[in-house]
C-alpha cells in the first residue's frame, strides 16, 4: 500500500510542477485534468447535462463546480485527494481547491454533494457489486444506489441491511446510518458494515475494520463524509 501511495503523491507533484503559472479559479480543474485527462470534466463543457441530472434535488444541481471528476478507480480517488489537499505544499501560486464529494446524489441541501466553484468528485462509475465466495459479504463501491445491490443480490436469494428506497445512493445512508425495513432485525445499515475501504484527506488508501484502523471504522458508522473518502462498503450478507 504504501507503494502505490508514493506513486500517486509523485503524480500528483509532476501534475502540479507542470502548471505552476496557471492562475484563476480553475487552476485546481487544470492541475487535475493533468493528472487525471478525460476524467475531469469542466462545467462549461457540453457534456455535463447527465451529471446535473443526476442529482435528486434542484439545489443540488443549480450549483456550479468549476469541474468534476469522473473517478473511475479508488487510485483515481487517491491521485485528487492528494492533489487537492496537498496543492499548497506544491504552489504557492494555487488557489484552495475546496472540493465535495458526490456518491448518489439523493441528498437534498445545497452543498451536500457539491460545491460552488471548486471541484466535485463523482463516484457514481464506482458502482460495482460483487459476492464474497462464502457468501458472506457483499462489496459494493460508493457510487450503487440500493436498486442495483438488490437487483444483483436477488439473483443469488441474498440481501444485505441497506436502504429502503432504491434510487437513494448507498454511500450517503450508509454513513449517515442508515435505516433499513431489515433494522428492527440487525439494527443501522451502517451496523452491518464489516469494512470500508477510504481514501485519506492525503491520498493513502486504508481498510477499517474492526481490527485495522479501527477508530476510524467506528468513526464511520455514522460520521458521515468527515473523516475520507469511502470509496467500497463491505456489508454482512444473509439469505
Not at 459476492?131 to 443469488?156: H, I, Q
Not at 435505516?179 to 451502517?190: A, D, E, K, N, P
Request: glycine residues 12%; contains cysteine; charged residues 15%.
Amino acid at each position: 500500500m504504501r507503494h502505490f501511495f508514493d506513486f500517486h503523491v509523485a503524480v500528483a507533484l509532476v501534475a502540479v510542477l507542470g502548471l505552476q503559472n496557471v492562475h484563476g479559479e480553475r487552476n485546481c480543474c487544470a492541475i487535475l485534468s493533468k493528472a487525471l485527462g478525460h476524467e475531469v470534466v469542466y462545467t462549461l463543457s457540453s457534456n455535463v447535462t447527465g451529471f446535473r441530472g443526476s442529482y435528486w434535488s434542484l439545489q443540488e444541481a443549480e450549483i456550479n463546480p468549476s469541474c468534476y471528476v469522473k473517478a473511475a478507480s479508488t487510485d483515481d480517488v487517491s491521485i485528487a485527494a492528494s492533489i487537492l489537499s496537498n496543492i499548497h505544499g506544491y504552489s504557492e501560486q494555487a488557489n484552495d481547491c475546496k472540493f465535495a464529494i458526490k456518491g448518489g446524489g439523493h441528498t437534498p441541501w445545497a452543498g451536500a454533494a457539491n460545491i460552488e466553484g471548486g471541484v466535485t468528485i463523482d463516484l457514481s462509475a464506482m458502482n460495482t457489486v460483487s459476492v464474497s465466495s462464502d457468501r458472506a459479504t457483499t462489496s459494493v463501491g460508493a457510487g450503487a444506489n440500493w436498486f442495483s445491490v438488490y437487483s444483483y443480490l436477488d439473483t443469488l436469494n441474498l440481501a444485505v441491511v441497506g436502504g429502503r428506497v432504491a434510487t437513494v445512493g448507498v454511500g450517503g445512508l450508509t454513513l449517515g446510518g442508515g435505516i433499513s425495513f431489515y433494522s428492527g432485525r440487525f439494527g443501522l445499515v451502517c451496523d452491518n458494515v464489516v469494512n470500508y475501504e477510504v481514501v485519506l484527506p492525503h491520498g493513502k488508501i486504508v481498510n477499517a475494520n474492526a481490527n485495522s484502523h479501527p477508530d476510524l471504522f467506528l468513526a464511520l458508522k455514522g460520521g458521515s463524509n468527515n473523516f475520507g473518502i469511502v470509496t467500497r462498503f463491505d456489508f454482512k450478507t444473509f439469505a
